[in-house]
């Protein structure tokens, strides 16, 4: 497994990713035996980074991660997980923030987390689920460097979700490590300009962004929520429904498009849809590590061997840009 420099923090971090979310949903409805199997077959094949986070399942996913590493023997790995302030606590954010930290380690039966992360969006213009930057910098920071100066966690980072300019006063500020970023063959525009018409939310260049703070890149939604399968049907350990992050106006729809990209598995450049998506994102120069979340460990192994294969080739690159500007207005 390739290994890669994660941004400022120094971390060497598999190029893959395990995503412990409830998209894929294994680590939070699969059976034990199968989150045991998956989690051990990833570290033999080189996974060193394992994501989660309290509100991914109401703390299962923690809570499962924490069981299947200490029946592991605590292999080393390194472990991030995540904070979402609720709208209820915006009059208290330190002390959320450090609660959450404080159930995350106990879940997760650990002293430390390699990675503490902001899972709310960002905006100037805030919705209940999100904060502002005054609010990211004045108020969750802090409490985050608190945690670091207790030992509580290593290293600081946000989901870089929410409006752009709001974004990028935060990740210019220069005071977290690492950023969450989507990134997929439905929607670029973290690191390559939007394709006009193309009818996704403009991320506007935030990975070109947060590499140049020197922040670790972490890619999310790289396979848009499972819909670059092309496949609208989903394994019943997977999350039923799910809402697309910047990539189109539902799932189905993204779904339609990803199947319009299958020129590239007609052409050679890729085996399978899948394997295009992973191998895409994993060619971004600033990707540090792409989060992979799997509903069974059949699906693992699919990703294990794409990611094996390398980076898509320029050729592959140049007809993927094609075929996304062929996306545009419909």
Do not use: W
């Amino acid at each position: 497994m390739e290994q890669r420099r994660l941004g400022r923090t120094g971390l060497m971090v598999s190029v893959l990713g395990y995503g412990c979310g409830a998209v894929g949903g294994l680590m939070v409805r699969g059976a034990p035996a199968e989150q045991e199997r998956s989690i051990a077959r990833a570290i033999e094949a080189g996974i060193t980074y394992f994501d989660t986070a309290a509100s991914y399942g109401d703390g299962e996913s923690e809570r499962n991660l924490g069981r299947v590493l200490k029946a592991l023997g605590a292999p080393d790995v390194l472990v991030g997980t995540k904070v979402r302030i609720a709208p209820e606590q915006r009059g208290r954010i330190g002390a959320a923030v450090v609660a959450s930290l404080e159930d995350s380690l106990r879940r997760l039966g650990r002293d430390q987390v390699d990675l503490f992360q902001l899972h709310n969006p960002v905006s100037e213009t805030p919705a209940p689920a999100e904060l502002t930057p005054q609010a990211v910098l004045e108020e969750v920071v802090p409490a985050f460097e608190r945690l670091r100066a207790q030992g509580k966690t290593r290293f600081l980072g946000l989901t870089a979700l929410g409006q752009p300019a709001a974004l990028r006063r935060v990740i210019g500020a220069r005071v977290l490590d690492t950023a969450q970023i989507p990134y997929n063959l439905l929607n670029p525009s973290a690191r390559a300009p939007l394709p006009a018409g193309l009818g996704v939310h403009d991320f506007e260049g935030s990975m070109r962004d947060a590499a140049t703070a020197g922040m670790g890149v972490i890619g999310i939604r790289v396979l848009a929520g499972g819909a670059l399968s092309g496949e609208e049907a989903r394994h019943p350990v997977a999350q039923p429904e799910v809402a697309p992050i910047g990539s189109g106006p539902s799932y189905r729809a993204d779904v339609e498009r990803a199947r319009r990209l299958r020129a590239l598995v007609a052409e050679g450049h890729a085996g399978d849809l899948v394997e295009a998506a992973l191998r895409y994102a994993i060619a971004a120069p600033e990707m540090g590590t792409v989060l992979i979340g799997t509903a069974t460990l059949d699906q693992l192994e699919h990703a294990l061997a794409a990611a094996a294969k390398g980076p898509l080739p320029a050729e592959a690159l140049a007809r993927a840009a094609e075929l996304q500007r062929g996306l545009a207005g419909g």
